[in-house]
């Protein structure tokens, strides 16, 4: 059970942060958040008294986690620049040409 927190404070900090800041602070704090996050998770659980080393694998819990989140808050909490929407104003652009393309000629010496 101790391993799924720093996936799920990964996860939080990464969909507070995307509604938070942009560009380069969201990904300074984003570095920051990530060590903060699986530092306070290895010191809560108390594996820092076995051996600093977990500190690693919280590490790299909390990128899952990240990551999860920023897909997350990507996709699903701001649904005007979803994945569909961008579909859909696609569709809606007027073609250059209208029908079929040319098929090219192939001449066989």
């Known amino acids: 059970m101790d391993e799924i927190v720093p996936v799920i404070l990964g996860a939080l900090f990464a969909a507070f942060l995307w509604y938070r800041d942009a560009g380069r602070t969201r990904s300074l704090l984003s570095v920051f958040a990530v060590v903060l996050s699986a ?3 290895t010191v809560l659980s108390g ?3 076995k051996s600093w080393t977990y ?6 819990e909390t990128s899952l986690g990240f990551t999860v989140g920023f897909a997350i808050a990507r996709y699903s909490l701001r649904p005007e620049e979803s994945l569909g929407a961008v579909m859909q104003r696609t569709q809606s652009l007027p073609l250059a040409a209208s029908g ?6 192939i001449k066989i010496p």
């Open 55 to 60: 500190l690693l694998l919280d590490l790299s």
């Open 47 to 49: 594996e820092y008294l």
């Open 39 to 41: 530092a306070t998770a």
């Open 100 to 105: 079929p393309a040319p098929r090219p000629e």
